[in-house]
């Protein structure tokens, strides 16, 4: 059975910052595209970031780009979010995600592709 679990989050000051994990069970990151999604307060969740597990390719939203950081480590299983010069508005809930990719483009499959698997969200709030 395919399972995500995410930890890392808290409360910070703007301008700190968080490291989330999400860590799987049940499957490989390999074959799939494991994405971190954003929900604000009253607003829908929105993928900001993911991570192609084969190769490492990465994409970033405009809105994290340069601040967040997405990366893997394949013998924990595990992906993790580096975010940095943390902003009010990046407060909500943080969920990772985990999509099968069977030949279309790994993006393609994140911005289109209903996930598999989520986590339990966990919680990240930016306030001083």
């Known amino acids: 059975q395919l399972h995500l679990v995410e930890s890392g989050g808290g409360l910070v000051q703007p301008g700190g910052s968080l490291r989330l994990s999400c860590a799987a069970s049940?499957?490989?990151?390999?074959?799939?595209?494991i994405g971190w999604f954003h929900q604000a307060p009253g607003n829908k969740r929105e993928g900001v970031t993911c991570?192609?597990?084969?190769?490492?390719?990465?994409y970033y939203r405009d809105s994290v780009k340069d601040r967040f950081t997405i990366s893997k480590e394949n013998a924990k299983n595990t992906v993790y979010l580096q975010m940095n010069a943390l902003k009010p508005e990046d407060t909500g809930v943080y969920y990772c995600?985990?999509?099968?990719?069977?030949?279309?483009?790994?993006?393609?499959?994140?911005?289109?592709?209903?996930?598999?698997?989520w986590g339990q969200g966990t919680q990240v709030t930016v306030s001083s």
């Open positions: 049940g499957f490989t990151l390999d074959h799939y595209v």
């Open positions: 995600a985990a999509i099968r990719v069977w030949g279309d483009s790994w993006l393609w499959v994140f911005e289109n592709v209903e996930p598999n698997v």
């Open positions: 991570i192609y597990g084969l190769d490492g390719n990465t």
